[in-house]
């Protein structure tokens, strides 16, 4: 039962036990056009109704997205700096953040209170985990890119905040079975997010092409030889046909999406185009042709900062799109691409409804969300640097009214 349940019944409960005494008192009182009965009665009878409405429906589990790289001086971290230094981006930069210069900022989020302080956003928000990127312990840049992760888990109160992986395909390529004896071990934490009575929620970004069905099938073999249960496994691509056609060859068990966006464009759709796209070319598909999924949802996608000044791994912008304005000049670039805390409310409010109007695809009751902090690519919820220099906190403040109603 979802929070509004309790809620129901002591209102419920309530206004039955009033109601003899407000009819006592509406004979005593002088004549109103509404006798305080009628309030009462209709009281109970919203109660009621709310109560019959919300009773038995358990509360979707709700993931975001983290991809790291705003922690510690190296790293991806000074192209990220790079990408939101133009005066028209610094609005999306994360709260921690901080101006130096006309096109300058500094973006460090390397210390345990921004984690305590990103964890209570989190719990705000209504989220139940994390959903972090995964770069393993041999990656080149797991050093940098698992600050945040390493963080987390030294946090000594989590808000209730658990955590799952999304594994790359491509790292899982280089790491190939070597990989399962860690991801096990972190199945066994305490915090990390399971699903369906106990297995373990593994997201996989993009089919790891050397890896089959016998891989996946060894992973949750050796869960199971630690006493877990098997791992869930969701392949999130950027198709839903072609993230079906590899759910079925390696054994998975649902898709989902890590942005369902377009490509990488000055020119971006607006975020009330993104989410039909959502809605018809992921939901509607999945209900279509019966794929089990968790379902996806989205903060916005926006790759202008990197259009403009591409990081070294964004190989695919061949040429860059500079913005010669000068930045006394520059206004904050808020344009129907930009999604309002409004409109991300309307939009989490259908996924949950889709969720719940389709419990046969989403036997998890699950919602991942891009994301929690990918602010030069588009998608965030993260509490921004606001104007005032106070952190901007209406993207959670949208989450946890569409979540924690």
Not at 123 to 134: C, H, K, M
Request: with cysteine; proline share 8%.
């Amino acid at each position: 039962m979802n929070s509004f349940g309790p809620t129901a019944v002591l209102i419920f409960l309530f206004a039955q036990m009033t109601l003899r005494y407000a009819g006592f008192m509406s004979a005593v009182l002088p004549p109103l056009r509404f006798p305080p009965v009628f309030f009462l009665r209709m009281i109970s009878l919203l109660a009621g109704g709310l109560f019959s409405l919300h009773a038995g429906e358990e509360k979707p589990t709700i993931g975001a997205i983290r991809w790291d790289a705003w922690y510690g001086q190296d790293g991806p971290v000074q192209s990220v700096e790079a990408t939101l230094a133009p005066p028209k981006y610094h609005f999306r930069l994360p709260w921690f953040a901080k101006v130096t210069g006309p096109e300058t900022v500094d973006i460090d989020g390397n210390s345990p209170e921004i984690m305590e302080k990103e964890l209570l956003d989190a719990s705000e928000a209504g989220l139940n985990y994390w959903a972090f990127v995964d770069y393993g312990s041999s990656h080149n840049l797991s050093d940098s890119m698992m600050r945040a992760f390493k963080l987390y888990l030294d946090a000594k109160d989590k808000r209730g905040v658990k955590f799952c992986f999304i594994e790359p395909g491509e790292i899982l390529e280089t790491a190939g079975r070597a990989a399962w004896s860690r991801l096990v071990e972190y199945f066994k934490h305490p915090d990390y997010q399971t699903v369906l009575d106990g297995r373990p929620l593994l997201y996989v970004f993009q089919r790891p092409k050397n890896l089959g069905k016998d891989d996946f099938k060894a992973l949750g073999d050796e869960a199971e030889k630690a006493g877990l249960k098997r791992p869930y496994l969701v392949m999130t691509g950027l198709s839903p046909e072609q993230n079906a056609k590899d759910m079925q060859e390696l054994g998975f068990d649902a898709i989902s999406a890590y942005s369902h966006a377009g490509e990488y464009t000055m020119t971006p759709k607006s975020y009330t185009d993104m989410c039909r796209d959502i809605r018809l070319g992921l939901w509607e598909k999945c209900r279509m042709l019966r794929i089990p999924c968790v379902t996806f949802a989205s903060a916005g996608w926006d790759t202008r900062p990197r259009n403009e000044r591409p990081p070294h791994w964004v190989t695919w912008v061949e040429k860059a799109s500079p913005d010669t304005t000068p930045p006394t000049e520059q206004k904050p670039l808020i344009d129907a691409t930009t999604a309002t805390p409004e409109q991300i409310e309307a939009h989490f409010r259908e996924a949950l409804e889709w969720t719940r109007n389709n419990r046969d695809l989403n036997p998890t009751n699950s919602i991942l969300i891009y994301a929690w902090n990918e602010n030069d690519e588009g998608g965030w919820l993260i509490p921004t640097l606001g104007a005032d220099g106070r952190p901007d906190e209406s993207r959670i403040q949208a989450a946890g009214r569409a979540f924690r109603p």
